[in-house]
């Protein structure tokens, strides 16, 4: 993922060219190496390319990708960009009822002052709190004025009782927008919720005034290429997704969604809980990142682009990986000359 160059090529055929280079590295290694008879042109074996012709194959293919890779990292278009704020907590994981509308007025403490940073949308992790009824009319109200009076889009997900598990969208005039459930639940911890069906988008203007479609999802969605493809395919240029980690898998998850914008086409903005504040675009370049235990309330703000660039993969999918299991297929079937 730190080799920008070659990560590029997801675009084309999403993540499975990633693992085809790495695994073709040591195999062609290991074809060279091996013994000459092997190797080579054997009439009792079936026919072997040469030596030099694998190592000439493989040199090929590895100058085509980091040469596209290079390529398209140095011709990102310039595009609109909007201000954002991440803010996480690791103290109070889920609180439940009137001690998570507690932990949204904490929350909400630190809008004014990244507000006045020029912050114009801020994004809270997932599932910050366990709410229902009143407690969660009472967070709607407190969530509608902050966006309100500090003219700014809040993004914040609860756990809505008894099996719902959405984030909710407040926008700058003060109305509860829209929201989204998450799609793709966490086995065992969440399994008894409900999953949503629906993709959620909006239009807002950039810093400049440029009006972008975004687009949300939560967590572990993101681990589903899908998903980030249709919202691809609906046009959003930028991605809101609160998330929650498990502190070891931090860098890795994180990592794991960043592609996700690689390979359809999108800006993402990411928190995390026990995990990483990340802002990237959609070469997977990080603009900006922090810990979320680095502070009591960790914030982090940045600008990132917001542009939708149509990919290969995000308008034909898996198409590298079934190519893949054909030519495994023809591997078994004998070849004589």
């Not at 890779?69 to 109070?92: E, H, W």
């Not at 809101?240 to 898998?249: H, M």
Request: hydrophobic share 45%; aromatic share 8%; charged share 20%.
């Amino acid at each position: 993922m730190n080799c920008l160059p070659i990560i590029q090529i997801a675009s084309i055929t999403g993540i499975w060219s990633i693992s085809f280079l790495v695994f073709l590295f040591p195999s062609t290694i290991a074809a060279l190496l091996a013994p000459e008879n092997i190797a080579s042109e054997n009439p009792d074996r079936g026919f072997r390319p040469s030596k030099p012709a694998v190592a000439t194959s493989a040199a090929a293919i590895f100058a085509v990708v980091l040469g596209y890779g290079f390529y398209r990292l140095a011709t990102t278009p310039t595009s609109p960009r909007v201000t954002v704020a991440l803010i996480a907590t690791d103290k109070k994981l889920s609180p439940l009822g009137p001690a998570a509308v507690a932990l949204v007025r904490a929350y909400v403490d630190r809008v004014l002052a990244l507000a006045a940073q020029g912050a114009r949308v801020i994004v809270v992790p997932e599932k910050i709190g366990r709410i229902q009824g009143d407690n969660l009319a009472e967070a709607d109200s407190i969530l509608e004025q902050a966006a309100r009076d500090n003219h700014v889009t809040l993004f914040v997900s609860f756990e809505h009782q008894p099996n719902l598990h959405e984030a909710r969208l407040y926008s700058p005039d003060g109305r509860l927008e829209g929201t989204y459930e998450k799609h793709h639940m966490l086995p065992a911890f969440e399994s008894h919720m409900v999953p949503g069906t629906a993709r959620l988008t909006f239009n807002r203007p950039s810093d400049d005034g440029t009006e972008g479609k975004w687009g949300v999802e939560i967590c572990k969605d993101m681990d589903f290429p899908l998903l980030s493809r249709q919202y691809a395919n609906d046009g959003a240029g930028l991605l809101l997704v609160p998330a929650w980690d498990f502190s070891t898998d931090g860098w890795l998850h994180g990592r794991m969604a960043i592609l996700r914008g690689v390979e359809s086409g999108f800006s993402i903005a990411r928190v995390a809980k026990q995990g990483h504040l990340t802002l990237t675009d959609n070469r997977g370049r990080v603009l900006a990142e922090r810990n979320s235990d680095a502070d009591a309330f960790a914030t982090l703000i940045g600008s990132i682009p917001v542009r939708n660039e149509a990919t290969i993969y995000a308008r034909t999918g898996n198409w590298f990986a079934w190519v893949n299991l054909v030519f495994a297929v023809l591997l078994f079937l004998p070849v004589r000359r």
